[in-house]
């Protein structure tokens, strides 16, 4: 879809856009409609009961006086309470009411709002990325599909007076939807078309705007003495990967980088901790932290962002076979650490523990971020409204935190400390892969910080936003590609030359 920022004019597309502050107070754009129309605007708002609020709309069809389909009067609400993420989530509200609307082009009058904390260009923009965040379908697999409801939105015209200035910022968000996409697609297909050889195949398209990839075998990790993550892949046919991805945007090349690690389980049986049948199918998402910073790397690269970051990826399936790791097995992990596997489910932060380890080793980052579909337990405690994060740095933490507010994916800090630490000690190996019956999320963090020394380090277990059942205003139901924003946003705000 082609998103483009035009100067102020008369809409000649098929759908037009008008706004509507909170007290009923129509934009200029508004008005000049609505006086085209001969008052329909203002009838129409009175009769639809229509104040304005955040995110009402009122669709008029066939207006009269008008050479167009229709007209989507949409309210903002409190003007001054306008900020980039509502701007976001206006867009999207337009372009689900009227993505199968059968309209090809649509215009939108972005008119400057006058009493808010941001630009006229920074809102038209915001607007076109709120827009493009929710047209993301994935709809491959349809060989058949009724006319009715294939997306019809081939155009979109944003009106503004900054049209110079929303297209510029625009440009560097589009970069960060290409991020968002890519890492939807990864986590939303299915384990036999993204299975760590294929997955691995797919990052190396990142090569081409910049970024060096670099693939590890299994025979490789085997010499690095990566039994952790190696023991998680041993029962599956498909081959384990680790995938390192360097971005080099900083002026100084000798800046420590910044590191990201994801956890890529392809797909989780549970291995011979067999999960239960039911809702299975929802483990190829065990993924989501992988596809996230796979999708930071290529927004960070997309929009050159002045940084040196690292992204390292494990790639395995846990399957259970008569090649399996069995409960009670011990593994040697990079660190020289061991573990007591106890539960084959609690696969992920074998994963992490090598690539953690590696991370930190290789490339002595400035901090290591790692996003992961942890633990259950992280969704029975948040939801799918925030991620929980557990840190050995507050600073780090903040930085997170405010980043994660202003993209809306917020992040909640949960504690760790000793208490918990001890709950992973081992009778026979220096550690087990799981707690107890309680702190779940809590021990499965306690046991990746012994992976990490001292280097500045926060895991975000996105068990919970990676994945949703019910639409939000920037994505359908399905992958939200969760941690794409979040980074992106700290390493803009927080971390480039
Ligand atoms: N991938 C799962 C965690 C998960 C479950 C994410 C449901 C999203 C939705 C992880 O590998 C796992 O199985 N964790 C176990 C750990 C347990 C065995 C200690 C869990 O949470 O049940
Ligand atoms: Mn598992
Ligand atoms: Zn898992």
Known sequence: MNIKFIKNSSPT??????????????????????????????RAMMVGHFEGKFGQTIDLVAPAGLDINRVLVVGLGDEADLDEV??????????????ASGDESLSIAADTPKKANISGAEFAAHLGFGIRLRRYRFDKYFTKQEEAKKPSLIGVQLMCAAQTGAQNIFDDLDRVADGVSFARDLVTEPGNVVYPESYAEKIKELSDVGIDVEILAEDQMEELGMGALLGVGQGSACESHLVIMHWNGSEN?????????????????????LKPGAGM????FDMGGSAA???????????????????????????????AQRPGDVVTSMSGQTIEVINTDAEGRLVLADALWYTQDRFQPKFIIDLATLTGAMMVALGHEYAGIFSNDDDLCENLSKAGAQVDEPVWRMPIGKAYDKLIDSKIADMKNIG?????SITAAQFLQRFVNDVPWVHIDIAGTAWKTEA??????????????????????FYED
Request: hydrophobic share 40%.
């Open 293 to 323: 910073v796979v999708g930071a790397m290529l927004a960070l690269a997309g929009r050159n962002a002045k940084v040196n970051a690292i992204g390292v990826v494990g790639l395995v399936e846990n399957m259970p076979s008569s090649t």
């Open 13 to 42: 597309s098929d759908s037009h856009v008008i706004f509507v502050y909170g007290d009923r107070e129509l934009s200029a754009s508004a008005s000049k409609v609505d006086k085209a129309t001969d008052g329909l605007i203002s």
């Open 281 to 284: 199918e929802d483990m190829k």
């Open 86 to 99: 509502k701007s976001q989530k206006i867009g999207g509200k337009i372009m689900a009411s009227l993505i």
């Open 472 to 493: 939000s205003d920037v994505a359908d139901r399905g992958a939200t590609g969760y941690g794409v924003r979040l980074l992106d946003q700290l390493v803009r705000e």
């Open 253 to 273: 090349d000798d800046e420590p980088p910044v590191a990201f690690v994801g956890k890529g389980v392809t797909f989780d049986t549970g291995g011979i901790s």
């Open 436 to 440: 107890g019956k309680y702190a779940g």
